[in-house]
């Protein structure tokens, strides 16, 4: 199946600093998607992409997804301490159930106050 | 909206015995529903998926079995539990014209 590679793999962070984390993978997509976990609970979707090129923001989260059609960035701007968890990106599998989700290895986010 | 109910929330149960976990769905019909697996903290891996009452889809080769007795009910099953059963469970859906996913709160089981 389809291989996301996802990194960093975590990151340590000064509050207000800004975050990057990117996906890639050997094949083309048509969506990619963005997912957010606290601990203990289930993910919940940031930011869905659909176009390439197109960049997308939800508050202080912007995402793009690359040209290519390979990868996507998603970006955190003036971190706070509720950024802290694990963020997935994903990529749907597409044909007749969309839900088939292929999921990168995560990246976990540790903002310190 | 939809909303994805999931229960029991934490499970702990011994190596051979059965498990159900259940979920539904509220706000829809004739949704998709899926059956992830997070093992410790990274990488949900899709386990099954259901098109509809009846319908199952298996994506990976394991001990577990699910069912869709009715529209909004997506069950997983073990008749005899392994160690490696251990992990987050998620039940997710996706409905009406769009393709994004939503997720339940998950169960936490652990095989002792």
């Known amino acids: 199946g389809q291989q996301l590679n996802q990194s960093p793999q975590s990151m340590f962070i000064q509050e207000g600093e800004d975050v990057s984390m990117n996906c890639t993978s050997s094949?083309?997509?048509?969506?990619w998607l963005w997912y957010k976990q606290d601990p203990g609970e289930g993910p919940v979707l940031l930011i869905a992409?659909?176009?390439?090129?197109e960049l997308t923001s939800n508050g202080r989260l912007t995402a793009q997804f690359g040209i290519t059609r390979k990868d996507s960035f998603l970006n955190i701007s003036a971190s706070i301490p509720s950024d802290v968890g694990i963020y997935f990106c994903?990529?749907?599998?597409?044909?007749?159930?969309?839900?088939?989700?292929?999921f990168g290895q995560g990246t976990i986010l540790t903002v310190h106050p | 909206s939809q909303t994805i109910h999931q229960w029991p929330a934490t499970l702990v149960q011994p190596v051979g015995s059965p498990l159900s976990l259940e979920c539904t769905v509220e706000?829809?019909?004739?949704?998709?529903l899926y059956w992830y697996r997070q093992a410790a903290g990274r990488g949900l891996q899709l386990l099954f998926y259901s098109v509809g009452i009846g319908q199952i889809s298996s994506e990976v080769p394991q001990n577990l079995s699910a069912s869709r007795p009715q529209d909004r009910q997506f069950i997983l099953s073990s008749k005899k539990l392994l160690l490696s059963d251990s992990g987050f469970y998620l039940c997710a859906t996706n409905s009406g014209a769009g393709n994004t996913i939503y997720f339940g709160e998950g169960s936490w089981l652990t095989v002792v």
């Open positions: 994903a990529i749907n599998a597409g044909g007749t159930s969309y839900g088939k989700l292929t």
């Open positions: 094949s083309i997509f048509n969506t």
């Open positions: 992409l659909y176009k390439a090129g």
């Open positions: 706000g829809t019909s004739n949704p998709n």
